[in-house]
């Protein structure tokens, strides 16, 4: 919404704007409400895909929609600057203002019931009691840069609008309305797609690990990039049938930045080993005696098949796995990748075509587990043209 003065009448005339606003996800509804509180009249429209607003939220934290950190550390994120000078209890605050209270798991926040639905209902009836249209099943198809605006079109209209804010996601779960689409589009617009593949996923590995497929170990998992470290974190890892998952396998993944360097998943299953257990060890005459006291009958055939008699110790501190490969998109939280944010200035508008803004997953900016990837799509909507 923009203002004009008249000289001679002394008046200030003000001059509604129509946003439109692509994909109805975190990012795009926060988008949506934050303009709406900050210019009431302006007519503001989100274009969804799928059949209905806000799915992949309802996903988030195993269904409990893991909203923040306290402890967030934003040189976690690829690119920390863009997060600004971030502050939780602001945060907390702005996300609060949708109507729903929260609270803390360790150092976890959620929605006070513990449901991504609460989180989505008020924020969809926030959306709507602001008067943001939101049309479902209408595929977007291409835009164009006019004169003061950018002419949307779709299967179903053209729309004339004053901004666009693409916030589409990117090309994880397809099945909660992510497909990736969008970047053939914007390749044609000459924008830099950084290299796409799953974020926050499962590992392949070229060892086995079918036999103990579906066991988790606590375990510290380094990773290492060409033998030097680049990841080190304590966790549970679960085993699947052909490789690795879990949080800290999760975490893991976002720093393979490259498939076709020399990954190894080094994993500590001995962690705690200091005192009484170190002591104890002693005691055993022979490998398999310490392992069938510390670990599960499988893992325990696992292990012995893979580690020495005389310095066993050793090699399950160091338990090695090579990086085969991702699993698929569609076992992906995230995706990596998209949008170069050399493209776009400090309030998400495109560098190269005025009025075009970009925020949330659609853009080259991750960060690990744990509310970190949430917070990025809700400080875009609270920053975006801000």
């Not at 976890?108 to 969809?124: D, F, H, K």
């Not at 959306?127 to 249209?133: E, F, Q, S, Y």
């Not at 998109?329 to 803004?357: A, L, R």
Request: with cysteine; hydrophobic share 35%.
């Amino acid at each position: 919404m923009s203002k004009l003065y008249n000289k001679q009448l002394n008046y200030v005339k003000v001059i509604c704007m129509k946003c439109i606003i692509i994909g109805a996800g975190a990012s795009g509804v926060a988008s949506a409400i934050n303009i709406k509180r900050k210019y009431p009249k302006d007519d503001v429209i989100i274009i969804e895909h799928s059949d209905k607003a806000l799915r992949k939220i309802l996903a988030t934290g195993n269904g409990r929609c893991n909203l923040g950190n306290q402890k967030l550390d934003i040189s976690k994120y690829n690119h920390p600057e863009l997060m600004g000078l971030y502050s939780f209890k602001e945060y907390i605050k702005y996300v609060e203002s949708y109507g729903f209270k929260t609270k803390a798991i360790g150092d976890l926040i959620y929605p006070y019931s513990e449901s991504a639905q609460t989180v989505r209902n008020q924020m969809l009836k926030e959306a709507d009691k602001l008067g943001v249209k939101i049309h479902l099943e209408e595929d977007f198809v291409d835009y164009e840069v006019i004169k003061n605006g950018v002419r949307v079109k779709t299967n179903r209209d053209t729309y004339d609008s004053d901004k666009l804010i693409i916030a589409t996601g990117g090309k994880s779960t397809k099945g909660l309305g992510n497909d990736g689409s969008i970047y053939e589009i914007l390749k044609k617009h000459h924008y830099t797609i950084v290299p796409l593949h799953p974020g926050l996923v499962p590992i392949e590995t070229k060892e086995n690990t079918k036999l103990v497929d579906g066991l988790r170990v606590k375990a510290n998992v380094t990773l290492l990039e060409n033998g030097i470290k680049v990841f080190n974190e304590d966790g549970e890892v679960l085993f699947k049938k052909d490789g690795l998952s879990g949080i800290v396998i999760f975490n893991a993944s976002n720093h393979i930045k490259n498939p076709t360097y020399n990954y190894e998943i080094v994993l500590n299953v001995l962690p705690d080993f200091n005192g009484d257990l170190k002591e104890n060890y002693q005691q055993f005459s022979v490998k398999t005696e310490f392992l069938e006291n510390y670990f599960s009958p499988k893992l325990v055939e696992y292990f012995s098949s893979r580690i020495s008699d005389k310095n066993y110790i050793k090699d399950l501190q160091n338990f090695k796995f090579t990086f085969k490969d991702f699993y698929d998109f569609e076992n992906s939280q995230i995706t990596i990748g998209g949008i170069s944010i050399d493209q776009v200035k400090p309030n998400f508008e495109s560098k190269s075509e005025p009025n075009v803004h970009f925020v949330g997953e659609v853009l080259d900016m991750h960060g690990p587990c744990g509310g970190y990837n949430l917070t990025w799509a809700f400080i875009c909507g609270q920053k975006l043209m801000s």
